[in-house]
């Protein structure tokens, strides 16, 4: 399975952002699809989920300003983010969890950076 982030960039705060996922296999399949980040010297953290029934769920931190939406004939996932804030800057990594068979697969991660 092969995951292709893109769309990251140098942004002004307050300004919004699309970041794609481009899936190598059928996203459906996927039990969850995921965004999260990295800041420099930060752990890597959970940003959204979405399920293939379309169920999303948000970090506290971006909720009401990001949305996880997925396009199921590209098999591609989005991450809009609006309103976006210096402390936004990080790493964005796609993710997907498939259960039977324990598979955990990663983007290669698109950076963010939110600057004036």
């Known amino acids: 399975v092969q995951l292709q982030a893109f769309g990251g960039g140098l942004v002004q705060p307050g300004k919004s952002l699309t970041l794609s996922c481009a899936a190598s296999e059928t996203i459906s399949e996927f039990d969850i699809m995921a965004w999260y980040r990295q800041a420099p010297g930060n752990q890597r953290m959970l940003v959204a989920t979405?399920?293939?029934?379309?169920?999303?769920g948000y970090a506290d931190s971006v909720k009401g300003r990001f949305t996880i939406y997925r396009e199921n004939t590209k098999n591609t996932v989005y991450l809009q983010m609006d309103s976006l804030k210096p402390e936004d800057t990080a790493v964005y990594y796609c993710n997907a969890m498939r259960y039977r068979d324990n598979g955990n697969y990663w983007g290669q991660g698109t950076l963010v950076t939110v600057s004036s």
């Open positions: 979405i399920t293939p029934n379309g169920g999303t």
